[in-house]
């Protein structure tokens, strides 16, 4: 959060100083941000949408990581298509009253908070009469399931709401508004905050260097791709200091962000890919040993995500196809 | 730090934009074709009177001394028009490289180009036939060691023809009289293939956004099942692929030539960069488009090819998709370079 405010726990610098901070973290090889769908997704969620007091009753305790945040969007019947939403939030005098299902639930298996939209216009359809609301998880009535992961960890959960009340001050921005503050939360998601350009570039370093002590027994085509990894991810970085400078000169980021969303998650999965290929046999070993090849595998895992989490490529190739080239839906 | 473009760069860009949308339609680039005659004069002469063509020459010199972010704008836009003048060459080639020329060389390049508005054309062995010699006043020529000057009066040529009918190649036979000189080759060898990389790759990009453009308007046009086919999902995702490489291809293009501006080290890997993302961007942006054109993008009578030929001759010369990964190799595996994620600010 060295983007934010002082004042909510931040560092107060731009964007630009944003990016030479991911740079540094990527090449000390920190470990991911527990919380960063807190801090990426809701908390510019928060600054744009947000009172005075659920800023200072959020933001901080999101900085300090007292607050853990796992994000409540699908639904059983609601993925792709997430204005088939159908867990319900009914006002009772001071409180919203809760009931329905979640899941796909990122971090919930641990965290102590989650945001997410819910229906509170019983009569409405599609994505009029929603809400985006802040909910505790420790409250009664709330049941959280782990999913255990295709990489055997357990990251995200399926949640079940029955009758959980939760006061009216957690509601963000409007009743019914939640759709047009989601749209704001997924831009964020797909955009710029989560997937730092040095991620890719690391990546992209660490291939060139697992190739070249490979080289001997690799062939012209892992050559290639390797290079290409190393163009791709320049060129990334290259497009993200250019939409940095872009919203720092007062612009924003629109349903460009659709692109980059398909190009680092092909990115990721095919320098992965190729890594695997230049381990040879030891592809499958998921102990320590020589060239990290379990680290690779482990990536290699959850570069298939990619492509499927935050609006699944196919979603977003519908989004440039109609927003950005004018084709009709 | 700043990685936006400035007003002056965007008002260059757009003004060439609305010219070339004007004088070079495709109806006149078709028309250069059936009269076997693609060097438009008139045209080349309003190109000169809107400064372009002395646009990077320094102001001493009656140029307006743009930089190299500017001119890849521009030359942006020529692919996107498929101008069939070898304007990008000679700002690019000529223009940009007089500094690098020894100065015989120089010498005759300026008492032949008239400051600029008469067109010297350029062979390399990346790009061994001269462009337009028939309108040339004369030929810069780099072999493997040497940078020759010939006027055009001191060579015999002949036309070789082109898969793009809009490019007239020629092959030199036999010259008398060339100026010639081995002094500081590499560096002018560099400079020249690194422009011609990066020349290129601005070209590419302007051809491959024209071509997703033209299929855009084509599957809104075209009815199939009772719907508009861009209505459908496969045809939609087809573009919307071709558009990803696009966004991601143009921000190596203008490092690329931030990257020259700045006399960096490192331009010649940054213009093989540039070429690499184009050259893959305007080969998928031609297989998809003729794809979203159907049967009519097999046709003669149907635009695209116009672009598609020119893209196809683009990413043949000035090094191909095979030649920039082996350079980018070659660069990214000697140690004395440092790159990545450490190395950007």
Same mark, same amino acid.
């Given at each position: 959060?060295?983007?934010?405010?002082?004042?909510?726990?931040?560092?107060?610098?731009?964007?630009?100083?944003?990016?030479?901070?991911?740079?540094?973290?990527?090449?000390?090889?920190?470990?991911?941000?527990?919380?960063?769908?807190?801090?990426?997704?809701?908390?510019?969620?928060?600054?744009?949408?947000?009172?005075?007091?659920?800023?200072?009753?959020?933001?901080?305790?999101?900085?300090?990581?007292?607050?853990?945040?796992?994000?409540?969007?699908?639904?059983?019947?609601?993925?792709?298509?997430?204005?088939?939403?159908?867990?319900?939030?009914?006002?009772?005098?001071?409180?919203?009253?809760?009931?329905?299902?979640?899941?796909?639930?990122?971090?919930?298996?641990?965290?102590?908070?989650?945001?997410?939209?819910?229906?509170?216009?019983?009569?409405?359809?599609?994505?009029?009469?929603?809400?985006?609301?802040?909910?505790?998880?420790?409250?009664?009535?709330?049941?959280?399931?782990?999913?255990?992961?295709?990489?055997?960890?357990?990251?995200?959960?399926?949640?079940?709401?029955?009758?959980?009340?939760?006061?009216?001050?957690?509601?963000?921005?409007?009743?019914?508004?939640?759709?047009?503050?989601?749209?704001?939360?997924?831009?964020?998601?797909?955009?710029?905050?989560?997937?730092?350009?040095?991620?890719?570039?690391?990546?992209?370093?660490?291939?060139?260097?697992?190739?070249?002590?490979?080289?001997?027994?690799?062939?012209?085509?892992?050559?290639?791709?390797?290079?290409?990894?190393?163009?791709?991810?320049?060129?990334?970085?290259?497009?993200?200091?250019?939409?940095?400078?872009?919203?720092?000169?007062?612009?924003?980021?629109?349903?460009?962000?659709?692109?980059?969303?398909?190009?680092?998650?092909?990115?990721?999965?095919?320098?992965?890919?190729?890594?695997?290929?230049?381990?040879?046999?030891?592809?499958?070993?998921?102990?320590?040993?020589?060239?990290?090849?379990?680290?690779?595998?482990?990536?290699?895992?959850?570069?298939?995500?990619?492509?499927?989490?935050?609006?699944?490529?196919?979603?977003?190739?519908?989004?440039?196809?109609?927003?950005?080239?004018?084709?009709?839906? | 730090?700043?990685?936006?473009?400035?007003?002056?760069?965007?008002?260059?860009?757009?003004?060439?934009?609305?010219?070339?949308?004007?004088?070079?339609?495709?109806?006149?680039?078709?028309?250069?074709?059936?009269?076997?005659?693609?060097?438009?004069?008139?045209?080349?002469?309003?190109?000169?009177?809107?400064?372009?063509?002395?646009?990077?020459?320094?102001?001493?010199?009656?140029?307006?001394?743009?930089?190299?972010?500017?001119?890849?704008?521009?030359?942006?836009?020529?692919?996107?028009? +498929?101008?069939?003048?070898? @304007?990008?060459?000679?700002?690019?080639? #000529?223009?940009?490289? &007089?500094? !690098?020329?020894?100065?015989? %060389?120089?010498?005759?390049?300026?008492?032949?180009?008239?400051?600029?508005?008469?067109?010297?054309?350029?062979?390399?062995?990346?790009?061994?036939?001269?462009?337009?010699?028939?309108?040339?006043?004369?030929?810069?020529?780099?072999?493997?060691?040497?940078?020759?000057?010939?006027?055009?009066?001191?060579?015999?040529?002949?036309?070789?023809?082109?898969?793009?009918?809009?490019?007239?190649?020629?092959?030199?036979?036999?010259?008398?009289?060339?100026?010639?000189?081995?002094?500081?080759?590499?560096?002018?060898?560099?400079?020249?293939?690194?422009?011609?990389?990066?020349?290129?790759?601005?070209?590419?990009?302007?051809?491959?956004?024209?071509?997703?453009?033209?299929?855009?308007?084509?599957?809104?046009?075209?009815?199939?099942?009772?719907?508009?086919? +861009?209505?459908?999902?496969? @045809?939609?995702?087809?573009?919307?692929? #071709?558009?990803?490489? &696009?966004? !991601?291809?143009?921000?190596? %293009?203008?490092?690329?030539?931030?990257?020259?501006?700045?006399?960096?080290?490192?331009?010649?890997?940054?213009?093989?960069?540039?070429?690499?993302?184009?050259?893959?961007?305007?080969?998928?942006?031609?297989?998809?488009?003729?794809?979203?054109?159907?049967?009519?993008?097999?046709?003669?009578?149907?635009?695209?090819?116009?672009?598609?030929?020119?893209?196809?001759?683009?990413?043949?010369?000035?090094?191909?998709?095979?030649?920039?990964?082996?350079?980018?190799?070659?660069?990214?595996?000697?140690?004395?370079?440092?790159?990545?994620?450490?190395?950007?600010?």
């Amino acid at each position: 959060m060295v983007t934010w405010p002082k004042e909510y726990g931040g560092r107060g610098l731009d964007l630009i100083q944003w990016l030479i901070f991911e740079e540094e973290y990527y090449r000390a090889e920190a470990p991911t941000r527990v919380n960063q769908n807190g801090v990426f997704l809701l908390g510019p969620t928060l600054m744009e949408f947000g009172t005075h007091e659920q800023k200072s009753k959020f933001l901080n305790a999101m900085a300090t990581g007292d607050h853990i945040w796992a994000q409540g969007w699908s639904e059983p019947g609601a993925g792709s298509d997430m204005a088939a939403i159908r867990t319900t939030a009914v006002l009772e005098d001071d409180h919203y009253k809760i009931n329905g299902q979640k899941t796909w639930s990122s971090r919930a298996a641990y965290a102590d908070w989650t945001f997410g939209l819910f229906r509170t216009d019983l009569d409405s359809e599609r994505h009029r009469g929603l809400s985006f609301i802040l909910v505790p998880l420790n409250l009664p009535g709330i049941t959280v399931r782990p999913i255990p992961q295709l990489d055997g960890e357990p990251g995200f959960a399926e949640i079940y709401f029955d009758d959980v009340k939760v006061p009216v001050e957690n509601l963000l921005g409007g009743d019914g508004e939640g759709w047009k503050i989601a749209m704001a939360t997924a831009g964020f998601e797909r955009g710029l905050m989560l997937r730092s350009p040095a991620r890719f570039q690391q990546t992209a370093s660490k291939l060139l260097e697992l190739y070249l002590a490979n080289q001997d027994h690799c062939s012209p085509m892992i050559q290639a791709k390797v290079v290409e990894a190393w163009s791709q991810s320049e060129s990334y970085a290259l497009s993200i200091y250019h939409t940095a400078s872009k919203m720092l000169a007062g612009g924003s980021i629109g349903s460009e962000s659709s692109l980059g969303k398909i190009f680092w998650s092909e990115l990721d999965h095919m320098m992965h890919q190729t890594a695997l290929k230049i381990l040879g046999a030891s592809a499958e070993l998921s102990q320590e040993s020589k060239n990290d090849a379990a680290k690779w595998i482990k990536g290699f895992m959850f570069s298939y995500a990619g492509p499927i989490y935050a609006g699944t490529n196919e979603i977003q190739k519908n989004i440039i196809a109609e927003r950005l080239l004018g084709l009709p839906r | 730090m700043n990685f936006i473009f400035t007003e002056e760069q965007i008002q260059f860009k757009d003004a060439i934009k609305s010219f070339l949308a004007e004088e070079c339609a495709p109806a006149s680039i078709r028309d250069g074709w059936q009269k076997n005659k693609s060097f438009n004069l008139e045209r080349w002469k309003n190109l000169i009177e809107l400064g372009v063509l002395s646009s990077n020459l320094p102001e001493k010199k009656g140029g307006l001394g743009m930089d190299q972010v500017t001119l890849a704008l521009m030359v942006e836009e020529m692919g996107y028009a +498929g101008l069939p003048e070898p @304007v990008a060459e000679q700002i690019f080639l #000529v223009n940009d490289v &007089i500094p !690098f020329l020894p100065k015989n %060389v120089t010498e005759a390049v300026e008492s032949n180009f008239n400051d600029g508005t008469q067109y010297i054309a350029l062979a390399h062995p990346l790009a061994p036939n001269p462009l337009f010699l028939n309108d040339a006043a004369g030929l810069i020529l780099l072999d493997n060691s040497e940078c020759k000057f010939i006027a055009k009066n001191d060579m015999d040529f002949e036309i070789i023809s082109s898969n793009d009918p809009s490019r007239e190649l020629f092959k030199v036979s036999s010259m008398n009289d060339a100026i010639s000189t081995s002094k500081n080759f590499d560096e002018l060898n560099s400079a020249v293939s690194s422009r011609g990389s990066l020349m290129t790759a601005a070209l590419l990009i302007g051809l491959a956004q024209k071509m997703v453009d033209l299929s855009s308007i084509y599957v809104l046009d075209r009815t199939q099942f009772g719907k508009p086919i +861009g209505s459908f999902q496969a @045809v939609k995702h087809m573009l919307a692929d #071709v558009a990803v490489k &696009i966004e !991601f291809a143009k921000p190596a %293009v203008y490092r690329a030539a931030y990257s020259l501006s700045e006399n960096n080290p490192k331009s010649a890997l940054h213009c093989a960069h540039a070429k690499l993302m184009c050259a893959q961007a305007a080969e998928l942006a031609c297989k998809n488009s003729i794809q979203a054109h159907g049967a009519m993008g097999y046709t003669w009578e149907m635009d695209l090819h116009i672009y598609m030929r020119k893209a196809w001759s683009m990413m043949a010369c000035w090094g191909n998709e095979d030649k920039q990964l082996e350079l980018i190799f070659k660069t990214l595996s000697s140690t004395s370079e440092e790159l990545g994620v450490l190395y950007t600010f």
